[in-house]
């Protein structure tokens, strides 16, 4: 056990739906990322937040969004979703705002969009 | 544009073998090179990890060999076990204002006994 928990393990919606994911990180670390996992492109880097602020951004799309909130669980909140959304999608936590510090992943969210 | 390139994608070892995976990379602002592990409906699992000014880390079974010069660095599991058996990530660190990693393709490994 990694020690980050997200929920819900799987989700299964229609296309045009809004799905929420939800992190909590592992206790006393202050980032939280998000990756997202598909077949066709590998574990893909979406977003970080360091302690309430977002760090850094990959190849988010805009219908994605995500936050972390003051007591530093971070939402990632995909919209108007479509087929090419589903995917495993993951969070990690560390300490710092680097993953040197190591970064754990949680067991992730199977999203299935239909 | 891949910047992490990865090979094999699937290798097959017997056990007590030796497994050997290869990562190659473009960006020379990658100074963080961690190895992932992982089994199926799990999330990657840290293995082990290496930064650019040292070129070898040994840690039990796994080590990573680490060319800084050629941008390129490997895992090797020595007595592979057929618990070994998962998918290997390596990936690479950028930091700007924050961090990133940029994950490989992903290594199959299967361990027969």
């Known amino acids: 056990d990694s020690g980050v928990t997200q929920t819900p393990k799987h989700l299964i919606t229609a296309t045009g739906q809004r799905v929420t994911l939800r992190c909590s990180p592992r206790?006393?670390?202050?980032?939280v990322y998000w990756y997202q996992q598909s077949l066709d492109q590998g574990l893909q880097f979406l977003i970080q937040?360091?302690?309430?602020?977002?760090?850094a951004k990959g190849n988010i799309l805009e219908r994605f969004s995500a936050q972390q909130f003051p007591d530093l669980h971070s939402e990632l909140n995909l919209s108007s979703l479509e087929l090419g959304d589903s995917a495993l999608y993951f969070c990690?936590?560390?300490?710092?705002?680097?993953?040197?510090?190591?970064?754990?992943f949680g067991q992730g969210t199977r999203l299935t969009v239909v | 544009q891949q910047q992490v390139k990865q090979s094999p994608q699937s290798l097959i070892v017997q056990k007590g073998g030796i497994s050997i995976i290869n990562c190659a990379y473009e960006?020379?602002?990658?100074?963080?090179f961690p190895w992932y592990q992982q089994f199926p409906g799990k999330g990657p699992a840290l293995l082990i990890a290496?930064?650019?000014?040292?070129s070898e880390k040994k840690e039990g079974r796994f080590t990573i060999s680490f060319n800084k010069s050629a941008k390129q660095f490997s895992l090797h599991i020595m007595d592979s076990q057929p618990g070994d058996s998962a998918t290997y990530f390596c990936?690479?660190?950028?930091?700007?204002?924050?961090?990133?990693?940029?994950f490989g393709e992903g290594t199959q490994l299967t361990v027969n006994p």
């Open positions: 960006n020379t602002a990658f100074d963080y």
């Open positions: 937040y360091y302690n309430g602020e977002e760090r």
């Open positions: 990690a936590s560390s300490p710092s705002y680097r993953v040197n510090t190591e970064a754990f």
């Open positions: 990936a690479c660190e950028q930091v700007t204002s924050g961090s990133r990693l940029t």
């Open positions: 290496i930064r650019p000014d040292v």
């Open positions: 206790s006393g670390d202050l980032s």
